[in-house]
């Protein structure tokens, strides 16, 4: 499961042919307060439950995860748990995945179709990663608002990237690793954050000589810096002053000239830099 902050989504729940089948989407809270899209495909058969989870719903890290556990009727609640990723768009290291346990059940405040509960998150060798709440809601009652809040995000998205058009294959940079762009416009719009789940990476970034974030700390906000470039080639050095507490340090970079975005992920040891050299 990848951590990555973006839109509070509500739930659906769609029984469909069989009462034994259940369909939801929501959000996580984590316990700093950011939600993360989340979603479940459930089918239970006497009390046994099986299914699978979707994070990051249709974000660059969505992360599908086989789900197993057991659905209590007297009082209508859930127990469940991630067992093993089955897909990933993420590119990051298996090892820094998060799988969470859930207990849920219905909320009488929103109605039977409400289900809320706590969850905690686990590495595989059961170190906790993570802590929060679970919230599914019932789509119909919400699709209007939902339709609403996708047509503001999207509307503020295209205002913000309304020059970026093309979109380069993603670069993944590691120790002492180097790329070369051929840079178009006078300027550089850098962003850098954390995608995956915030565990203190701190990094040096420098262009040109000068330190422009000095031990900085990622995080899923993404910072963003604007550069006037100098003629000829322009380098750009990310170097890892702190691993966090799931090394290796990653981080994500955009950097985007006119109607042209690269995606770069870096992946450093201690101290390591990787390098991005800007020809103009």
Not at 42 to 65: A, F, H, M
Not at 107 to 116: A, N, P, Q, R, S
Not at 253 to 279: C, F, G, M, R, S
């Amino acid at each position: 499961m990848r951590f990555n902050a973006i839109l509070f989504l509500l739930l659906s729940v769609n029984l469909g042919f069989s009462q034994n089948t259940f369909s939801y989407l929501g959000t996580i809270i984590l316990s700093n307060n950011t939600p993360i899209s989340f979603s479940l495909e459930l089918q239970e058969d006497n009390g046994i439950v099986n299914g699978y989870s979707i994070t990051n719903v249709n974000t660059p890290d969505e992360t599908k995860s086989e789900i197993s556990g057991l659905y209590f009727k007297k009082d209508k609640s859930f127990q469940l748990q991630e067992t093993q990723i089955l897909q990933t768009k993420s590119e990051a290291a298996l090892n820094t995945f998060c799988y969470i346990s859930m207990n849920l059940s219905f909320d009488g405040k929103f109605g039977t179709k409400h289900l809320e509960g706590a969850f905690t998150g686990n590495f595989l060798d059961s170190i906790e990663c993570a802590s929060g709440k679970v919230i599914l809601m019932e789509r119909s009652k919400l699709e209007k608002k939902i339709e609403k809040i996708k047509t503001k995000v999207e509307k503020k998205y295209n205002e913000k990237y309304q020059d970026t058009s093309l979109v380069k294959r993603t670069e993944i940079l590691k120790d002492g690793d180097d790329f070369t762009i051929n840079w178009e416009s006078n300027k550089l719009s850098l962003f850098i954050w954390d995608a995956n789940m915030e565990d203190g990476d701190k990094i040096e970034l420098t262009i040109n000589g000068n330190i422009i974030l000095d031990d900085f700390e990622t995080t899923n906000k993404r910072k963003k810096i604007k550069y006037k470039l100098a003629e000829g080639e322009n380098i750009i050095e990310i170097k890892a002053t702190n691993l966090g507490t799931s090394p290796p340090n990653t981080s994500r970079i955009e950097l985007v000239d006119n109607k042209t975005k690269y995606p770069v992920i870096t992946q450093l040891e201690l101290a390591k830099t990787a390098i991005i050299k800007i020809i103009k």
